[in-house]
């Protein structure tokens, strides 16, 4: 895919690994809507783009707002003239079971995860159809490959994005609009301190798991962006962004149910 001069548009592009997708597209002469809720990280994401030549639109928002999603495309297209590739970026976390965790931070969590990139899907699909060539690129997790304990939510909400993916992929073969899904592995992003926990965890709990996961996270979202990007210009349909996220989704491919017998002492926090 040649992706000089065309545009796309990023959710979660006021930092981590949507601030580094945005700027890799940039660095390839890619103009630019960002999509955060974050103001201030928006801002830098935006004035970085604009250093390395992009044409760049903001637009502040929570990805669940169904009017704010729905008049985007719009907007993008007035401001930009056209969309050739969307990324669905925008993502939460959430620590605990499935008994920990209370029902409203569980569709907090599915609204953001899941529902937001289906619903960013439906609204821009007839405008990348417009394009010669466009592309879709939804990131989930490498847990939406293996499922650990603690992450029901987070795990079911990725799993849905990879599914999705995967579906509409196959609906759009032979159209000008693919499809690629993603999944990172330990990419030092906020994620982890961000994370919302469930309110009857002892706050000593949670900081020890949020610092034991946040040791997991090693890959710097740069390094994890050109990864993206790349595989966008060449059309991939799956990537495995890390050394751990190719292991583990090797380990899961040979052992579909055993796996957790194996993973489960790295992955407990």
Do not use: C
Not at 92 to 118: C, H, K, P, S, Y
Not at 247 to 264: H, I, N, Q, T
């Amino acid at each position: 895919m040649q992706l000089r001069g065309r545009v796309a548009v990023v959710t979660g592009a006021g930092g981590g690994i949507g601030r580094a997708i945005a700027l890799a597209l940039a660095r390839r002469g890619v103009h630019l809507a960002l999509v955060d809720v974050d103001a201030e990280g928006l801002a830098g994401a935006a004035e970085a783009a604009a250093a390395l030549g992009a044409r760049t639109v903001v637009h502040r928002f929570d990805v669940t707002d169904r009017d704010a999603v729905a008049g985007l495309p719009e907007q993008v297209r007035l401001a930009l003239g056209r969309v050739d590739l969307l990324v669905n970026n925008a993502g939460v976390a959430l620590g605990g079971t499935f008994e920990q965790v209370r029902a409203d931070d569980f569709d907090w969590l599915m609204a953001i995860n899941f529902d937001a990139v289906v619903r960013m899907t439906r609204a821009f699909l007839p405008l990348l159809q417009t394009s010669d060539d466009a592309r879709i690129v939804n990131v989930s997790s490498i847990y939406g490959i293996v499922a650990p304990a603690g992450q029901t939510a987070y795990a079911a909400s990725k799993f849905a994005v990879r599914g999705f993916s995967n579906a509409l992929r196959h609906e759009l073969d032979g159209s000008r609009v693919g499809v690629t899904v993603v999944h990172p592995g330990g990419v030092a992003t906020a994620i982890a301190r961000s994370a919302r926990a469930p309110p009857d965890v002892p706050a000593e709990e949670v900081e020890r798991r949020r610092a034991a996961a946040d040791k997991k996270l090693r890959m710097a979202p740069d390094r994890a962006g050109e990864i993206i990007v790349r595989a966008v210009e060449r059309r991939r349909a799956r990537v495995l962004v890390g050394g751990d996220a190719v292991v583990v989704a090797l380990l899961e491919r040979f052992a579909p149910v055993g796996y957790w017998r194996v993973l489960r002492r790295a992955f407990e926090l």
